[in-house]
């Protein structure tokens, strides 16, 4: 008879004696050849829990069972096979379908009868029970630990070490990409503008998912906090079922965000999600305002509710982050409509002047064209670096020239090509910096007849930054007008 033996080893057990890997092994072997049985082969789930079948040993073991490339499954006890009564008999029924007989090396039990059935089936919940008053107790001491504000151990997020320092570089990012998103930007729209300015996760990309993730951990804002089980004894997904109940603690380690900033980010990301607030695309310069005085980014919020003979309404506006968190920074808040008028009287100013238009414009071309022929130059330096390379190569193995010389002359063709690299990484910069007329006098002209998702798309493209200033500081609102401002600069991608 061919005999599958299957093994499976919880990363709670390991260590007890008897229920090692080899020790099942040696037990199950010795047993297969006490009833002569030809050992088919051995199925072996090592740190899996019971809790399921989805094992990678199990899946493997049903389906050489549908090849019908066994006879009998040996199991040390039958709680290496499952703790689930319902798994158990789903089991038993597929061992049926296939003629296949179970067997356990410690255990007296006989399926064929009504009675053996319900015997082991009686063991099975046996140990379903015992899985479950293990899971218990392991679940009480982990929220307890929540509660005294101990973290029950596990990776610690992005921003952390595995010791639960601080890691101020990378707080910096996880700090602008709230203000990204406060800003109006969505999640993949931050996760574009942080991987665009080369401001990488541990040298992997945002995605919306991580930054999602980033936006709403407590664990930032020094909160421990740990799903609970409702009373039915299951847990209920947060973002289907809003009465998930948790286990909140406050942490002993250094947070990144005050909670009232937590609150604050969390009522945010719920009043868009109700369409509280205005959609992302109305914030048309979010990503590219930049403050004149201090230089920090500025975010895009809607002004509080007003009800006017036009109905209730509400208008957009752009405030200093610095502003905002800390209030270092004392300049204006700029409404959309007035940024908007300064972007488009700094690009009118050129368009007026033709001629300077096609001066620019030939300058441009014939910077484009210096800086392709530098490109080109520099690339072909590379070209005689890698022959000089093979000549030092070759000089080498004629005996020429000794060890140490080859080694000094392939460390100085280094250093010559890392240096060209950069130089060509330069002027790949530079020819990428190069306004482009012809897009901004299609922005104007095209404008009125975008939609918002197509304004601020192209915002994004044609614009790297926009610098706004003015020279005044206490600037009262004046119906229809605009207070005193000035495009201080502008970028282009």
Same mark, same amino acid.
């Given at each position: 008879?061919?005999?599958?033996?299957?093994?499976?080893?919880?990363?709670?057990?390991?260590?007890?004696?008897?229920?090692?890997?080899?020790?099942?092994?040696?037990?199950?072997?010795?047993?297969?050849?006490?009833?002569?049985?030809?050992?088919?082969?051995?199925?072996?789930?090592?740190?899996?829990?019971?809790?399921?079948?989805?094992?990678?040993?199990?899946?493997?073991?049903?389906?050489?069972?549908? &090849?019908?490339?066994?006879?009998?499954?040996?199991?040390?006890?039958?709680?290496?096979?499952?703790?689930?009564?319902?798994?158990?008999?789903?089991?038993?029924?597929?061992?049926?379908? #296939?003629?296949?007989?179970?067997?356990?090396?410690?255990?007296?039990?006989?399926?064929?009868?009504?009675?053996?059935?319900?015997?082991? !089936?009686?063991?099975?919940?046996?140990?379903?029970?015992?899985?479950?008053?293990?899971?218990?107790?392991?679940?009480?001491?982990?929220?307890?630990?929540?509660?005294?504000?101990?973290?029950?151990?596990?990776?610690?997020?992005?921003?952390?070490?595995?010791?639960?320092?601080?890691?101020?570089?990378?707080?910096?990012?996880?700090?602008?990409?709230?203000?990204?998103?406060?800003?109006?930007?969505?999640?993949?729209?931050?996760?574009?503008?942080?991987?665009?300015?080369?401001?990488?996760?541990?040298?992997?990309?945002?995605?919306?998912?991580?930054?999602?993730?980033?936006?709403?951990?407590?664990?930032?804002?020094?909160?421990?906090?740990?799903?609970?089980?409702?009373?039915?004894? !299951?847990?209920?997904?947060?973002?289907?079922?809003?009465?998930?109940?948790?286990?909140?603690?406050?942490?002993?380690?250094?947070?990144?965000?005050?909670?009232?900033?937590?609150?604050?980010?969390? +009522?945010?990301?719920?009043?868009?999600? #109700?369409?509280?607030?205005?959609?992302?695309?109305?914030?048309?310069?979010?990503?590219?305002?930049?403050?004149?005085?201090?230089?920090?980014?500025?975010?895009?919020?809607?002004?509080?509710?007003?009800?006017?003979?036009?109905?209730?309404?509400?208008?957009?506006?752009?405030?200093?982050?610095?502003? #905002?968190?800390?209030?270092?920074?004392?300049?204006?808040?700029?409404?959309?409509?007035?940024?908007?008028?300064?972007?488009?009287?700094?690009? &009118?100013?050129?368009?007026?002047?033709?001629?300077?238009?096609?001066?620019?414009?030939?300058?441009?071309?014939?910077?484009?064209?210096? +800086?392709?022929?530098?490109?080109?130059?520099?690339?072909?330096?590379?070209?005689?670096?890698?022959?000089?390379?093979?000549?030092?190569?070759?000089?080498?193995?004629?005996?020429?020239?000794?060890?140490?010389?080859?080694?000094?002359?392939?460390?100085?063709?280094?250093?010559?090509?890392?240096?060209?690299?950069?130089?060509?990484?330069?002027?790949?910069?530079?020819?990428?910096?190069?306004?482009?007329?012809?897009?901004?006098?299609?922005?104007?002209?095209?404008?009125?007849?975008?939609?918002?998702?197509?304004?601020?798309?192209?915002?994004?493209?044609?614009?790297? +930054?926009?610098?706004?200033?003015?020279?005044?500081?206490?600037?009262?609102?004046?119906? &229809?007008?605009?207070?005193?401002?000035?495009?201080?600069?502008?970028?282009?991608?």
């Amino acid at each position: 008879m061919r005999v599958a033996i299957y093994i499976r080893v919880s990363t709670d057990i390991q260590a007890e004696e008897g229920f090692s890997i080899e020790g099942q092994r040696s037990r199950l072997i010795s047993f297969a050849e006490s009833q002569d049985w030809v050992i088919h082969d051995f199925y072996i789930d090592d740190g899996y829990s019971a809790k399921d079948l989805k094992r990678p040993g199990m899946q493997r073991m049903l389906g050489d069972m549908e &090849n019908n490339l066994f006879d009998v499954v040996l199991v040390y006890k039958l709680d290496r096979l499952t703790r689930s009564v319902g798994d158990l008999h789903a089991l038993l029924k597929v061992f049926d379908l #296939h003629s296949v007989k179970f067997k356990s090396a410690t255990e007296i039990f006989e399926t064929t009868t009504a009675m053996g059935r319900f015997f082991i !089936t009686l063991v099975g919940a046996m140990a379903e029970w015992e899985r479950g008053t293990i899971s218990e107790r392991v679940r009480f001491g982990v929220e307890q630990m929540v509660a005294e504000g101990r973290r029950p151990g596990g990776v610690l997020p992005y921003g952390y070490t595995q010791d639960g320092q601080l890691i101020p570089e990378e707080a910096a990012l996880i700090r602008e990409v709230r203000d990204l998103y406060m800003s109006g930007k969505g999640y993949k729209t931050v996760a574009m503008t942080m991987n665009r300015s080369g401001k990488l996760r541990r040298g992997r990309e945002w995605t919306d998912a991580t930054v999602a993730y980033t936006l709403e951990n407590p664990f930032y804002a020094g909160i421990i906090r740990i799903a609970s089980k409702t009373p039915a004894g !299951t847990y209920i997904n947060s973002k289907r079922d809003e009465r998930v109940k948790c286990i909140y603690g406050k942490g002993t380690h250094e947070p990144i965000f005050t909670q009232e900033e937590y609150e604050e980010l969390k +009522k945010f990301m719920k009043q868009k999600s #109700h369409g509280g607030f205005s959609k992302i695309r109305e914030y048309w310069f979010s990503g590219v305002l930049r403050c004149g005085r201090c230089g920090a980014a500025m975010f895009g919020r809607m002004t509080t509710k007003r009800t006017t003979t036009k109905g209730i309404v509400r208008s957009q506006y752009y405030i200093c982050s610095n502003r #905002h968190h800390s209030k270092t920074c004392d300049l204006p808040i700029f409404r959309q409509v007035h940024v908007e008028h300064l972007v488009f009287q700094y690009i &009118n100013q050129i368009r007026e002047d033709m001629e300077l238009i096609n001066k620019e414009a030939k300058k441009m071309l014939a910077s484009e064209g210096k +800086k392709k022929s530098e490109i080109d130059n520099v690339k072909r330096e590379l070209a005689k670096i890698a022959e000089r390379r093979e000549k030092w190569q070759y000089m080498f193995v004629e005996g020429l020239i000794g060890k140490q010389e080859i080694r000094k002359r392939m460390a100085e063709e280094d250093i010559k090509e890392q240096e060209v690299r950069q130089r060509i990484a330069q002027e790949k910069k530079a020819l990428s910096g190069i306004p482009r007329i012809n897009e901004l006098v299609g922005l104007v002209e095209g404008w009125p007849y975008f939609d918002d998702q197509e304004k601020k798309n192209l915002i994004l493209t044609i614009f790297e +930054k926009i610098i706004v200033n003015t020279d005044l500081n206490n600037v009262k609102g004046v119906k &229809n007008k605009f207070f005193d401002a000035y495009i201080q600069d502008i970028s282009f991608n």
